[in-house]
């Protein structure tokens, strides 16, 4: 039977319009660099707030990918 092992590391995505599309964003963003990711977790969700209106949504989330060590 082969081990694994696998990294997280927190990421923060951002939108003008939802928590989802801000993680979606942070996850899609990852996914151009980063191979065999495996699962999101939302770990906290907050807005940025300019007089007095949400003008973004912050998601962070913990994301694992496979380490896969080179030949």
């Keep these: 039977m082969s ?4 990294i997280v590391i927190d990421l923060v995505g951002t939108s ?4 989802q599309d801000a993680a979606q964003n942070a996850i899609e963003t990852a996914g151009l660099s ?3 990711l495996r699962v999101a ?5 907050d807005m940025k ?4 209106k949400v003008i973004a949504y912050r998601t962070r989330v913990n994301l694992s990918f496979k380490y896969v060590e080179d030949d």
Excluded: A, H, K, P
């Design 3 to 6: 081990e694994s092992m696998y």
């Design 34 to 36: 980063l191979d065999n």
């Design 41 to 45: 977790e939302i770990t906290q969700m």
């Design 49 to 52: 707030v300019e007089n007095g």
């Design 16 to 19: 003008t319009t939802s928590w």
